[in-house]
């Protein structure tokens, strides 16, 4: 037995030896040698490092406007465990994973390295992916046919008290943004799917034919790109109508003051559903029409008229009152035409023969000449120029939905109930209207998409250290832009510490409308003036 035990004692001496040799190899430069040259490497054991060094400018930008801890304060979930982990380290994970671009939950484990986020944002560490998946069903948990209709009703409460809690933090998040004149976008878009999720229906889907999806039902503030609300449904649900119900509450929500001056949508939204309800509430709208056969009647009757107005880009327009099969009422349409090359018509007819972008009609007198039509429908009194400017402005808010699903995830998150898979499309948009708010302080002149925005702002190498009860975080840029990067982080601080010095006795929620209004100031400042309706407009 002590022969056994002095070849173990020696075994244990020879590992030791090992490690601390391994460790001392470890700690000594290494010579590599690269096409570029022999380099000397070596480990840094001191301090912290993150790949989002910048991370420390967005976390001052959320703790002057009070976003973050609102949302925390605000969050319906409660933990009864003293092992649970505390709810700012979920929703902190949760936001790190959205802002850093990911898209699936399992992405989670790659910022489990990360030992200077969680401090920045007062986190005691980043929880797994099961952990988070966890979370976000006690926040909104999927009623279970096995469950008692006692524990699905609590179930069912507690998840509309989470999709109430989502939508209060959109609209507080927007601050600002309704009290000037402002234009509502509706759209949707869809969300592709891959696995067994609830409401994974195979439906309208041009992109990827029978493939299942979601739906994601969008309210956008026009130009600004700001999501007011995201309402994820199942796939078979793409029609307005199936929004209808919230579009009318959100409208209602608003106070009289802050409604949008125009409520815009695609031929989808041209519907009498969709007018008849608006037009209950008062609300201007303007949306593009179907080419149905009453439609193109209605153009070919406009034919011969001669008082065709300019309506820019090429564009020519006149007006005139159409009532449809199934509307209740006479209604404001106007028609858009353009002329066209012929070998353009028909190359365009090869391509996108089912679309419904555009009628094309050939000039009978002139059989060399065709045109393309766009017909929209509207309530309000703009004049035809502003109307041609203002649909076409539309078309942004494709640019958001590219940006948001692409480079912010909303394409991701999904998981077998359909509740979380709401719940995260909420958050996508939270975390993706924070972010814009942020790189509109930074650059009030443009805007950046993510994929521009997040190497300018947000990746740095940047390691911590402590001394003397002080924490220093060191950035080392890897963009190249270092002087642009430095000049926007200084905008960015301009406004932090302006509101801190004007108004350091307002709460949480009454900075937030400080700051935002404070960055709405410098964003209108380069915004050419909005068109407003013409008192004597006809039609």
């Known amino acids: ?116 986020a969680p401090e920045v944002l007062g986190m005691n560490k980043i929880i797994g992916d099961d952990s988070l998946r966890r979370a976000l069903a006690a926040i909104a948990p999927a009623p279970k046919t096995k469950h008692t209709a006692q524990e699905r009703a609590a179930q069912q409460a507690q998840a509309l008290k989470a999709e109430q809690w989502m939508q209060a933090q959109l609209r507080h998040s927007i601050a600002q943004a309704t009290k000037t004149g402002w234009i509502l976008d509706c759209d949707t878009t869809v969300k592709v799917l891959y696995g067994h999720q609830d409401g994974a229906v195979v439906s309208y889907n041009p992109q990827k034919p029978g493939r299942p999806s979601h739906i994601i039902h969008t309210y956008w503030i026009g130009n600004l790109r700001l999501v007011l609300d995201a ?174 699903k692409n480079q912010w995830g909303w394409g991701g998150y999904s998981t077998h109930d359909i509740e979380r898979c709401a719940l995260s499309a909420r958050a996508v948009a939270l975390v993706y209207n924070w972010w814009s708010w942020y790189v509109r302080l930074a650059n009030p002149k443009s805007r950046l998409e993510a994929k521009t925005s997040r190497p300018k702002l947000l990746s740095a190498v940047g390691k911590l250290t402590s001394h003397a009860r002080v924490n220093k975080i060191v950035l080392a840029l890897t963009h190249e832009a270092a002087t642009q990067i430095k000049a926007m982080i200084a905008n960015i601080r301009a406004g932090v510490e302006h509101i801190r010095r004007a108004a350091p006795q307002l709460t949480g929620h009454q900075r937030w409308h400080a700051l935002a209004r404070y960055i709405a100031e410098k964003i209108l400042a380069f915004v050419p003036n909005t068109p407003t309706p013409t008192a004597d407009a006809t039609g």
């Open 231 to 404: 309402q994820l449904q199942a796939g078979n649900r793409h029609s307005p109508s199936y929004g209808r119900t919230g579009l009318k509450a959100l409208l209602e929500s608003l106070p009289a003051g802050e409604r949008p001056k125009l409520v815009r949508g695609d031929c989808a939204y041209g519907s009498e559903g969709e007018m008849l309800q608006l037009e209950e509430l008062q609300q201007p709208y303007l949306f593009k029409l179907r080419q149905t056969a009453g439609v193109k009647q209605f153009i070919k009757r406009q034919w011969a008229r001669q008082n065709w107005s300019d309506m820019g880009q090429g564009w020519t327009g006149c007006e005139d009152e159409l009532r449809l099969s199934g509307w209740s009422t006479k209604r404001r349409v106007i028609v858009m035409r353009r002329q066209r090359k012929t070998d353009l018509v028909l190359e365009k007819k090869s391509k996108n023969p089912k679309e419904q972008i555009e009628l094309l009609f050939i000039d009978e007198n002139e059989p060399v000449k065709s045109w393309e039509y766009a017909v929209l429908v509207s309530n309000c009194e703009y004049e035809l120029a502003q109307i041609g400017q203002l649909y076409r402005d539309r078309a942004d808010c494709e640019n958001g939905f590219d940006e948001i």
């Open 1 to 116: 037995m002590g022969e056994e035990s002095f070849a173990q004692s020696q075994t244990s001496q020879a590992c030791q030896q090992t490690i601390q040799e391994y460790e001392r190899m470890a700690n000594e430069a290494l010579r590599v040698q690269t096409p570029g040259g022999v380099f000397e490497v070596q480990w840094s054991s001191d301090g912290k490092a993150t790949a989002m060094g910048q991370l420390a400018f967005f976390a001052e930008f959320l703790q002057a406007s009070g976003l973050f801890e609102n949302w925390l304060q605000s969050c319906p979930l409660r933990y009864t465990s003293p092992n649970a982990p505390e709810v700012r380290d979920v929703l902190g994970t949760w936001m790190l994973g959205i802002l850093d671009g990911q898209y699936r939950y399992a992405h989670i484990g790659a910022l489990r390295g990360d030992g200077v």
